[in-house]
Every structure is written in C-alpha cells, then in structure tokens.
C-alpha cells in the first residue's frame, strides 16, 4: 500500500519535472498510479474480502503516539476500486481531450498527486494521516477546478470549493482532537471498535466530524461549491465529483456512522434529514438546468444525498444499499461525464437548447449514455436497479416515509436523465446557431473509456451477485454485521419493487410534462427567491469574512511597536501571576548578603533609576550598559566566570548595536519615561512582577538533584571540567541547536526590517 | 559620525588589535570545555573585534578585511551544528550524544579531542556571523534616516 502511495508521488514527480519530453504521454503515464492501485486492490481482492484486512505499520514517533497506520479491510476495498477503476479510463481519456502542453501536463501531474491523495485517505487508519490527505485531496482539487486560471469564475469556483471544504476539514480535525482525546486513541479500527461514552465533548466531536464529511460531500447546506466547480475541465469533474473527492466525506460518515451512531442520539436523524434534504433539493435543481454538466452536477447532489443518508446511518441494512448505492453512481455518472465531455471537446457546447441531432451524429456515444442513464434511472436489468432496490427494501425496514421521499427523489431522477438524454442527442427545435456533433471513430478514447465504464455498468447490473461478496463484506467491515442485503438482478414481487416502479413511472409522466414541470418550476422559483439560496449566502458572506478580517487586525496589527511591546510584556506579566497566586504561594526574602554585594546592586538599582529621568538617547544607553556591567560583577562575585564573561560580552556588543540605531534616532526624548504614564504604568508593573518572581522562586528553592548529577558526570560522561559548557554543548545540546536556530532566524529578520529602512533613509525617501 | 571620516592611525591601530582579538576568541572556543569561555563566548569576542574593525572604517572596511557572508557563516554553523549531531548515529549513539578520542601530537602531548567541540565551533560560527551580520546592517554608513521616533 504505500509502495502504491510513494508510486502516485514519483509518478507526480516525474510529470512535473520533466514536463517537456512528456508532454505528450503525459495522461498515460498518469494513469500508472490509479493502474497500480487497480492491481494492488485485485492482488489482495480475495483475502481482504474474506475478512482479513491488509496491515501495514510505519513507526514514525512512537513516543507521540504518531505512526504511519494503513489498514484496508473490505469497505476500503470498494474506494479504492472506484478510484481506481474510474481512475484508469480517465486518465486514458485526458490523454485524448487535452492538447499536449505544459499546463496539461501539470494537470495530469496535480491529477496523478489527487489519485494518491485519495488512495492514502480511504486507506489511512489514523485519524491524522486522514486528515493530511483530505487536506491534498482539498488542495489538489482547487488546483484542478481552478484549471482555467484565466477565467475569473474558474478562479472563484476553486476558492468557493477550497474554502468550503477547507474550512469543514478544520472543523473535522477539531472534532478528530476531541474525539481521539476521550477515545484515548487515534487509531480509526481501535476507535469504531471502542467508540467514547457520549459526553458534550464527544459530541461536540461527531458534529465536527458531520460538519467537514457534509461540506466535503457536498450535502446540504453547503452543497453549492460542486455546481461551481463544474469550471474544471470534464475529465477532473468526472473523476473528483463523480467517483473521488465527494465520495471522502460519504467513506468518512459510513467509517464512523456506526460509533456515532451508537454514540450520540442525534446522528441518526440528523444524517437521514440532511441526505434526504440535499438528496430532494438536488434532483429539483438538476430538472432546471440547460447546462449538461451543471444538470449531471445537481443530479450527483441528489444522489449523494441518498448515499449520504444510507452510509450514514450506521444501520447495516442501509449501509449495505449505500454500499452498493456507491459502486453504482461511480460507474454511471463517471460515464456520463465522460460524454459531456465528448460532446464538448466535439461541438464546442453542452447547453442542450443548442444540441440537436446527435443520436444520428454521434450513435455510439448515444448508445453510451442511453446504457448509463438506464443505469442512472435505476430501469430493471441495469446495475442502478439492483442498488436502488437494496437501498429501498433496507428504508422499507425502517419508516415507510423515507421511502416515500426516496421514491420522491427518485422520481426526480428518472425525470432529469430523460431530459439529460433528450436534451443531448434528441432532435429538437434548437433556439439558436444549432450544432451538429461528429461520428468518433471506434477506437477513440473519447467514445472507449465512457464506453467501458458504461459496459461495466450494463453487465453487473445482468449478474448483480458478483458484487455481492464485496458489499457484503464492506458493509461487515463497519458494521459488524454480515448478509444484511441482497443484490439481485430481479427482486421477485416484493413491497419495494412498487416504489420502484411507482417512481419510475412518475418519472416518466413528469419528463413527458415538460410544459406542467416548466410552470411548477416557475411558481417554486417565484416563491424561493425569497428565501436563501447557499450560493448567495457564501457570495455574501466573503466580503463579510474579508471586512471582519481587516478590522480585527486593524485593531490588532495597529502597528505601533510600543502597543505590541506592551501586549506581550502585559501578557507575560499577567499569566504567570494568576496562576502563582492561585496556588497560596509563600514568598521568603533571602538573608544577608556581604557588603560587596548590597554595594554593586545599589549601584545597578542608581543606574535603573537614573535613567528613567534622563531625556539624553545617548546617555540612556550607557546607563543601561551600566547596569549589565553591574549585574556581570555580581557574577563574578556569585562565583560564575562563565556567565560573567558571557554577559560582559554581550553587554559591550549590545551598546555598540544600540549606538548604530542611536544614528538614525533623535537625539533626545521628546519626554522622559516618568512623563508617559501608561508606559510608566507598565514597567512598574514589570518591575514588580520581577521582584515578586524573585521572592517567589527564593522560596521555592529546594536542593537541585539536576546540579548534581550534572557536575558528578561532567568529567567522566563528557571529558570536560567546565560543567556550564558541557551543559550547553552535551547534556542539553539539543536546546542549544534549538536556540542558535531561532538566534538565525532572529538575525535574518532583523535584519530583513532594519535594512529597507536605512537604505531608504539614505536615498531621502 | 560621518561615513568619510577616517583615520590612518586609527585603522592601523585596530588592526593590530583585532588581529589577537580574533585568535583570542579561537583560544576561548577551544579551551571553552574545561576553563571558562566556549564557542558562544569565542563568537561574541570575534563579533567585538569586527566592531573594532568597523569602527577604523565603517562598513567598506569590514567588507574588505573580512570578505564573508554573514549569512553563510549562519548557515554553515547551523549546518556543523546539526551534523555534529547526526554523526552521533554512526557509531550507533543517541542525536547529539558525544564522545571522545584522546590524540597524542608530537611536541604538544596529548590532547582529548571532545566531538562536541565541533557542536559548538557550529555555535561559534553562528555567532560570529550573527555580530557580523547585525554589524553590516546597522552600521550602514549614510546620512542619519528619519526612522521617526
């Protein structure tokens, strides 16, 4: 598994670097990942669906409890065979509807990182590792649907997508905390097999969780950024929002549907009413689309919806009719993409008031699509029928009326794949400039690939039961329960074969009463243009994002360096003292003191004072250096040459700095410190804190066993006398690496700011 | 200060001085594991004669008699710095773990070579391109800028 996961990244990798000697072969050499991860799922097909999950267990940071966890038990198995197997003919086809180019190449490359992406994701068992490659998954995308960089609603679709689901995967990785925190365990199997007791935290958590697998899958509410990202070009929609990237959010809720479901009360119905309301809002929207592809857009909202609802559910039943659901609707509506494809790359539209005549001009794509679209309407004999009737008898269980909104829905679906394949390649009276299509030759990847997925879909649907063992053990996987469907190319006369029927006969008589539906549309639209439309929401709710943005930084970003200095000093100050004095502390002030001593710090305390009063820069600084120098000589005397050495050092170079900024400084305050009382304010407020740390930590001082183990070993461990050196260099070297990294990055960025500054100066502007 | 002033005497005179500076600052970071001083110590002294240096003649000055990237000296420190600690792995120690071999030189006895001296030539380095390379960049020669206040 991750020999097919490192494949995907070299395979990137290569089409990125050498982009112009492939330019040509570039979509072939893609289609080596999703190829690979093809044999992979056939090489262990059997004994995973057997019920022995493939393992594989990479230590990264045991002692964070972080490792590199794969698990693929049968429920994987079915996502990666839809990746795969939708992946393979997709690729094959980009090869044909791009023209080779280096922008086509980085696509194939981006496509190539998002297969991977997915295959890591369905396969990964730690939470984490989930979400790293959601995140890819994510970012691949709006790279993908922003394909067309030019255009201004290409560029704002992939935002929309990005931020949508960008920002429901934030919301998931804090339900995974929370989740993982009161599971004690990041691990998926160990989580679903001992799911948490339901207490506000965790759930809290499942919400989180439902909140970026509905974002991610498109459902209601936010189910607007898939129609948007119809702006990628057809091979990306087909493959991330037919088969992919809306099927993450589906795996993730049927992964955890049955914990959460066991977990929290509210799952259930919550899951069920969301599907169902993006499942019925999904199949209206698609019957008032003139676009083939934004019609195929609503449609797969409809339809994940109902695999939504199902997977969702956590009641094996359902799960099952959603497993079979998914394999379905991957082969249909990929197919189906693939032909507007096609059409597109052929004619030049998809808008079907244009399409005329196409059956005659282009018959096997006709043949295509009429196979997938039976599949699509879920007619008898095809692979849709089988599915849907699964999924029918296992609501039928359940409550009479989800069916009757399932039928609803379905009804709606049978009426808009009439219109999707009248509209393509019907003869109609065309409003303006008709277009005529082109016979594709037999062995054009155009007409083969939608033509094998479509194929795939016309036999399964005559021998269902090949499937069987694979739904029923994925639906095993995560249920824990096994034949709790059946997959049948005839269901005989039972109840649910009526709503099937019923919904495909309303279906029809609604497509045979396009003038009746036309109206009704209408009068819907008359009265729903007064309630909110998600896509007007998220439009209005940027520029509202971007106005709370800058207010807030305009308060926080103020620029004003006194301003920070004083948060973070306040901040300091203030944190440790109400967690000091909220444990009873004692304070002890440390006795004697020999006369050398009381003398050096009443000079450093002159110095401090003096220099509050004094307006000269210049002066100021001395002053300061003064009192390092002091503190040094109490060093000394405390028996420390290291550290006064060091300090000594550090003082002389520090006032040298300080003199070079003095350069570009007036010469004299505009007022002594003692004039300004907020600032005055806040160094006695840190002068106090200081004095009470230094009571504090007096008494709270006990004999150090670190001291003495650090002094016992120095010679003998690490062959030096100067323990403080030691100390830096050998026992806690380790920091010292970590501070000289940040003293560089510390530098650098000094640096960066000082330096425009003083050039600037310099040239007068 | 004006940038063009310069003194012949003054610049000799620094020379003279910062030249011991310097193999002073390579006496503390080598004799830093047993007396007092170390590579942070040693940098700092080295950062001062390069202050010295600048203040015979700015900037120009410094450039020519010390011809090195402060950046580079950053990144070279940082890079002995984090290998000193991965070396540690070859003979099968933990990151940063040190060890030791006790050389005899002809005419000087013998002398323990300590691994983690490299460690902190790293910190050495790091600090002397640090001083080097704040001095650089405040010590600008040109006209005083308006900063404001």
């Known amino acids: ?765 | 200060m004006k940038a063009t002033r310069s003194s012949a005497i003054l610049e000799a005179g620094v020379i003279t001085v910062a030249g011991p500076l310097l193999v002073f600052s390579l006496y503390l970071l080598l004799a830093g594991h047993n007396q007092p001083g170390g590579g942070f110590a040693g940098g700092l002294v080295a950062g001062i004669a390069v202050l010295l240096v600048w203040a015979a003649g700015g900037t120009t000055t410094v450039r020519r008699v010390l011809p090195l990237r402060s950046t580079v000296l950053m990144g070279t420190g940082l890079v002995v710095a984090a290998l000193t600690g991965f070396a540690s792995f070859i003979p099968g120690l933990e990151f940063l773990e040190s060890g030791y071999v006790e050389v005899s030189i002809p005419l000087v006895g013998e002398v323990k070579f300590v691994s983690a001296l490299l460690f902190d030539i790293g910190v050495y380095l790091v600090v002397v391109g640090m001083s080097l390379g704040l001095i650089k960049a405040l010590g600008e020669e040109g006209e005083p800028a308006e900063v404001g206040r």
């Open chain 1, 1 to 765: 598994m991750i020999l097919v996961l490192l494949l995907h990244l070299l395979v990137a990798i290569a089409l990125a670097v050498f982009h112009r000697r492939l330019d040509k072969r570039a979509f072939l050499l893609g289609a080596v990942g999703p190829a690979a991860t093809l044999l992979w799922s056939l090489a262990n097909y059997d004994g995973v669906v057997a019920g022995a999950p493939v393992e594989q267990l990479v230590s990264w940071v045991p002692s964070l409890d972080l490792d590199i966890v794969f698990r693929v038990d049968a429920y994987a198995l079915v996502f990666l065979l839809v990746i795969a197997g939708a992946g393979v003919p997709i690729f094959l086809y980009s090869q044909r509807y791009f023209t080779a180019s280096r922008r086509a190449t980085i696509f194939a490359a981006t496509m190539t990182v998002f297969a991977g992406a997915m295959v890591g994701l369905v396969a990964a068992d730690h939470l984490l590792a989930l979400f790293v490659f959601w995140e890819l998954t994510t970012i691949s995308s709006y790279l993908l649907i922003g394909y067309k960089d030019e255009e201004a609603s290409a560029r704002s679709a992939a935002l929309h997508a990005a931020l949508v689901t960008g920002a429901g995967g934030l919301a998931m990785l804090g339900g995974m905390v929370l989740l993982a925190n009161e599971a004690g365990t990041y691990v998926i199997s160990e989580l679903t097999a001992n799911p948490p007791p339901a207490t506000t935290a965790v759930s809290v958590g499942w919400a989180l969780v439902l909140i970026g697998a509905v974002t991610k899958s498109a459902q209601f509410p936010f189910h607007a950024w898939l129609p948007g990202a119809m702006a990628a070009p057809t091979p990306a929609s087909a493959f991330l929002h037919s088969a992919t990237m809306v099927k993450a959010g589906i795996f993730l809720v049927g992964r955890l549907g049955v914990a959460a479901a066991g977990s929290v009360d509210w799952w259930q119905p919550v899951v069920l009413t969301l599907g169902a309301t993006t499942m019925v809002l999904g199949g209206w929207r698609a019957l008032r689309q003139t676009d083939l592809k934004l019609l195929l857009a609503f449609g797969t909202v409809s339809q994940l919806g109902f695999i939504f609802l199902l997977m969702g559910s956590g009641d094996p039943e359902l799960v099952f009719g959603g497993v079979a659901l998914l394999l379905s609707h991957a082969l249909f509506k990929a197919t189906l993409f693939l032909v507007v494809g096609a059409i597109d790359h052929e004619t030049g539209t998809r808008d079907l008031r244009r399409l005329s005549g196409l059956r005659r001009s282009m018959p096997g794509l006709f043949w295509v699509a009429t196979a997938a679209s039976l599949s699509m309407a879920a007619v008898p004999l095809m692979l849709g029928f089988a599915a849907k009737e699964a999924a029918f008898v296992a609501l039928l269980d359940e409550n009479v009326w989800w069916v009757a909104i399932a039928a609803a829905a379905s009804t709606l679906t049978v009426a808009y794949t009439v219109r999707f394949l009248r509209g393509a390649f019907g003869d109609h009276d065309v409003d303006r400039d008709p277009v005529f299509g082109r016979r594709l030759s037999a062995g054009d990847p155009l007409l083969t690939s939608p033509g094998a997925l479509a194929l795939a879909s016309v036999v399964l649907g005559l021998v269902p039961t090949v499937l069987f063992p694979l739904t029923d053990a994925a639906t095993a996987a995560v249920t824990g329960v096994a034949k709790a469907g059946k997959l049948v190319v005839w269901p005989g006369w039972v109840p649910a074969l009526a709503w099937s029927l019923a919904s495909l006969a309303g279906g029809l008589f609604l497509a045979g009463r396009s003038d009746l539906m036309r109206r009704a549309g209408d009068r819907v639209a008359t009265v729903s243009s007064h309630l909110p439309d998600a896509e007007h929401t998220y439009r209005r709710s940027i520029p509202a994002l971007l106005r709370f943005a800058d207010r807030s930084s305009s308060v926080l970003q103020n620029g004003s360096l006194p301003a920070y200095l004083a948060i973070i000093l306040i901040v300091a100050v203030v944190a440790p003292t109400v967690a000091v004095l909220t444990q009873s502390p004692s304070f002890a002030v440390p006795e004697g003191g020999s006369l050398l001593e009381w003398i050096l710090g009443g000079l450093i305390i002159g110095f401090a004072v003096a220099l509050a009063f004094i307006r000269r820069r210049f002066a100021v600084v001395i002053l300061l250096g003064g009192v390092g120098y002091g503190i040094a000589a109490l060093y000394s005397v405390f028996g420390g040459p290291d550290l006064t050495l060091t300090q000594l050092l550090v003082e002389t170079l520090v006032i040298a700095l300080f003199a070079f900024v003095l350069r570009h400084l007036p010469a004299t305050f505009s007022r002594p410190v003692t004039a300004q009382l907020p600032r005055l304010a806040v160094a006695l407020l840190v002068g106090a804190f200081v004095f009470g740390a230094g009571l504090f930590v007096n008494a709270a001082r006990q004999p150090s066993s670190v001291a003495a183990t650090y002094l016992e070993q120095s010679v003998p461990e690490a062959a030096g006398s100067n323990v403080v050196n030691v100390i830096l260099v050998d026992f806690r070297a380790f920091d010292t690496l970590g501070e000289i990294t940040v003293l560089v990055a510390a530098v650098l960025g000094a640096a960066g700011l000082v330096i425009p500054v003083i050039r600037n100066g310099r040239t007068g502007s």
